[in-house]
């Protein structure tokens, strides 16, 4: 059988602190980043992006589709999807 994966979630967490610092701005930033992402993305329709909890640590998002589309969609979908550049949601750089 091998190995399985649920794919109808995905973490993402932004390490470097002075490009993405864990705010309220920033976290904007990365929600309308996510967003514009998952808008090219079909299967993404519907998904919800939740702010991570830890205040102290790095600036984190939570991704939650809908449905699993199976861990090979979701890396089509993500290999497909065209950029997105940091700064692109909010105009800034």
């Not at 998904?47 to 589309?69: F, Q, S």
């Amino acid at each position: 059988d091998g190995l399985r994966f649920r794919a109808d979630e995905l973490w993402v967490r932004v390490t470097d602190a002075l490009a993405g610092p864990n705010d309220d701005a920033a976290f904007a930033e990365l929600e309308a980043a996510l967003g514009e992402l998952l808008d090219g993305l079909e299967l993404a329709d519907g998904a919800e992006i939740v702010r991570g909890e830890d205040a102290r640590g790095p600036l984190a998002a939570t991704v939650r589709l809908p449905a699993d589309p199976g861990l090979d969609a979701l890396i089509d979908g993500l290999a497909d999807a065209p950029p997105v550049a940091a700064g692109s949601a909010t105009g800034s750089s």
